[in-house]
């Protein structure tokens, strides 16, 4: 469960972890592999060349005991085999295999305990290597530099593989964010376009796949707008249509003079002009108007105030100075289908709007009877009335709650019904900053 969470989220860091994360592993795997034996194989034919040294050094001073002999060989080991060589009394604490420190140490051990078989200790802390051999009744010690237990091509071939690694693992970088580039292009082009801002500046590019996938969103794009354009020309085509015989048809009754089913009639073209306002109304909430960047506050104000005018008791809460793009008159006519419907079942309205997570929030709650969580997608459909929950009385044709979520989800943002901490029901708008 834990190997997820630790995973890049992002497309540029899982496709490096696939490229990249082999190589390492190949490299690390190469250079522990070859190191290991390498430098093993290297340091151990070293260390036996020294104590071979020091094997000769003590057989010219067991051949030659004098004090010229010793002199000549310490003259001898000196410049021949770079070695040091003293001589003082006393007993060394002797080491064995066993007891070394290091797998240095430990192959110096090895061949002092087989090439020469002396009592031995060995000191690697300085920048010289000191080995003490007790010989007889005396210490003879042996200095020579560390450089020549050291293997140099060892650390040039890490050098080497290391310098690689990271080359190329630049390479895949800067390669890989170009590839992606264009991916990230089309997630932001499909985003702005899904809050209904205009993507003038998006254009294909990248592997024949994410071209693909981009000529795929521009042709999607063209015909959502084409249905959009043409359900609008239709929607006004017809509602125009219908006001010519409506009209003469209202001439006509008034000019009928009065009786029950006189009045009938004249209630139901009313009904029917209300009717052709609410396609209208539809229709201009699917029109062209271009977004911009525009300041909630003042909106939200008009359409407090026009609510007002009409008799209703509501208050205003806006939490921050909120600006971000949008249609203005698309925008204040879905908020104030959502307050003239919470107004029409309520006696008491409240809009509040704030920032909440990286979106706009507004809440429009009424204190009317509500309606059943089983019924509120519902009342979004077009032409839906519950009249059974709500006031038969009040009119309306049955799209102020369509039109209000179909400009919201234009702007990329959506509106959800629950229950409100007044009573009754609210309206919940959230749009992306």
């Given at each position: 469960m834990m190997i997820p969470q630790l995973l890049p989220r992002s497309l540029l860091g899982r496709s490096l972890i696939i490229i990249v994360g082999p190589l390492i592993l190949l490299q690390a795997v190469s250079a522990f592999a070859f190191y290991d034996r390498h430098w093993r194989t290297i340091s151990t034919r070293l260390g036996e060349g020294i104590v071979g040294d020091i094997g000769a050094v003590l057989e010219l001073l067991a051949n030659d005991p004098s004090a010229s002999g010793h002199?000549?060989?310490i003259t001898l080991a000196r410049a021949r085999f770079g070695l040091d060589v003293g001589f003082h009394p006393g007993k060394i604490r002797p080491e064995s295999i066993a007891t070394a420190e290091s797998k240095l140490e430990e192959?110096?051990?090895?061949?002092?305990?087989?090439r020469i078989g002396l009592p031995f200790a060995i000191d690697l802390d300085q920048p010289e290597v000191s080995i003490e051999l007790q010989t007889g009744d005396e210490v003879t010690r042996f200095i020579f530099?560390?450089?020549?237990?050291?293997?140099?091509?060892?650390?040039?071939?890490?050098?080497?593989?290391v310098g690689t690694g990271a080359a190329l693992a630049l390479v895949a970088i800067l390669f890989m964010r170009n590839q992606i580039r264009p991916i990230r292009n089309l997630a932001e082009a499909a985003e702005e376009f899904g809050k209904g801002r205009d993507v003038t500046d998006f254009r294909v590019a990248g592997a024949i796949e994410v071209r693909q996938a981009a000529a795929a969103f521009l042709s999607m794009r063209d015909r959502i707008r084409r249905q959009i354009s043409q359900r609008t020309q239709m929607l006004n085509g017809v509602s125009h249509d219908l006001r010519t015989p409506l009209t003469r048809m209202k001439l006509q009754l008034a000019m009928m003079g009065d009786s029950?089913?006189?009045?009938?009639?004249?209630?139901?073209?009313?009904?029917?002009?209300r009717m052709i306002e609410g396609y209208l109304a539809f229709a201009r909430g699917e029109g062209t108007e271009a977004p911009r960047p525009t300041a909630v506050t003042p909106l939200l104000q008009e359409v407090v105030h026009g609510a007002r005018r009409n008799g209703t008791t509501i208050d205003l809460h806006v939490e921050n100075d909120i600006?971000?793009?949008?249609?203005?008159?698309?925008?204040?006519r879905s908020v104030a289908n959502l307050v003239a419907n919470a107004a029409r079942y309520?006696?008491?309205?409240?809009?509040?709007?704030?920032?909440?997570?990286?979106?706009?929030e507004i809440t429009?709650?009424?204190?009317g009877p509500g309606v059943a969580p089983e019924l509120r997608e519902d009342v979004f459909r077009p032409f839906f009335r519950l009249d059974e929950a709500r006031n038969s009385a009040t009119g309306g044709t049955g799209l102020g709650l369509t039109i209000a979520r179909d400009v919201i989800r234009r702007h990329g943002g959506d509106v959800t019904l629950e229950d409100s901490p007044i009573g009754g029901l609210r309206a919940r708008v959230r749009l992306p900053l």
């Open positions: 002199a000549f060989t192959i110096l051990a090895k061949a002092l305990t087989n530099s560390r450089r020549r237990l050291d293997s140099a091509n060892v650390q040039i071939l890490v050098m080497w593989m029950p089913e006189i009045a009938d009639l004249k209630t139901d073209v009313d009904e029917m002009d600006e971000l793009p949008l249609r203005p008159d698309a925008f204040r309520g006696q008491h309205v409240a809009v509040r709007a704030s920032v909440r997570a990286g979106s706009l429009v709650d009424d204190d």
